[in-house]
């Protein structure tokens, strides 16, 4: 079986806070892929990264910042100096080698208070 | 420009009325995905498709039908044994048989029954 968990419901921030949402994923693929997703108040899902599991790198992109560690199942994703523009909800989505399907988690709502 | 469209943005049914929404790509993608999400929640799969005239059903397929006439288009038909359709639908597309197996989303479909 596949899983995401996002145990935070929802985050609250002052704007140029750093903020790091958490995800757990299980899976028995031993190749699989995960992603960041944002879904601004539009709606529309916004791809944010792709990490393959061979691939332990932690990236950077900006503000963005990303850490897996295969040893905890996790991939946690890191906005420093966050902004009113981050406030979204943000998704961890697995998907394992065996399967087409993205599993989603439930989502953390990121709140970017002026 | 490139990506994927669905309509209408907003949608209002009565009960008992059957409804299709669009959705269309032009990114050359071989697969396309339906989900819906539901408030507070992350997305679960309805359909999907990974070549024209397949489909295969995705978790909660029941009161929902699909058609993949063409590689472009895979609209989604709620018909009047769903339930309770009121949800956020969104349609999302990708390659298949690459390393860029991403899955990008279109702006949703709001769809409320009165």
């Known amino acids: 079986a596949q899983k995401v968990t996002q145990a935070q419901t929802e985050i609250s921030v002052v704007e140029k806070e750093d903020v790091t949402l958490d995800c757990v994923y299980e899976?028995?693929?031993?190749?699989?892929?995960l992603f960041w997703y944002k879904q601004p108040p539009s709606g529309e899902l916004v791809f944010l990264i792709r990490?393959?599991?061979?691939?332990?790198q932690n990236e950077i992109s900006g503000r963005y910042s990303w850490n897996f560690q295969k040893s905890t199942s996790s991939f946690n994703f890191t906005i420093t100096a966050s902004q009113v523009v981050d406030s979204a909800v943000y998704f961890c989505?697995?998907?394992?080698?065996?399967?087409?399907?993205?599993?989603f988690g439930s989502g953390t709502r990121l709140l970017v208070r002026p | 420009d490139g990506g994927i469209t669905q309509s209408p943005k907003y949608l209002f049914r009565k009960e008992g009325q059957n409804v299709t929404l669009s959705c269309e790509q032009n990114?050359?993608?071989?697969?396309m995905y339906w989900y819906r999400q539901d408030p507070g929640q992350g997305l679960r799969l309805i359909y999907y498709?990974?070549?024209?005239?397949?489909?295969q059903k995705g978790d909660i397929a029941e009161g929902y039908s699909v058609s993949r006439e063409k590689k472009e288009s895979f609209p989604l038909t709620v018909t009047s044994a769903q339930k309770n359709p009121t949800a956020f639908y969104l349609c999302?597309?990708?390659?298949?048989?690459?390393?860029?197996?991403?899955?990008?989303f279109g702006p949703g479909t709001r769809l409320t029954v009165l």
């Open positions: 990490r393959n599991s061979f691939d332990e």
């Open positions: 899976t028995r693929d031993t190749t699989y892929y």
């Open positions: 498709s990974q070549i024209v005239n397949d489909f």
């Open positions: 999302a597309s990708t390659l298949t048989g690459t390393e860029e197996d991403t899955q990008y």
């Open positions: 989505a697995l998907r394992g080698d065996s399967s087409y399907k993205l599993i």
């Open positions: 990114l050359n993608h071989d697969a």
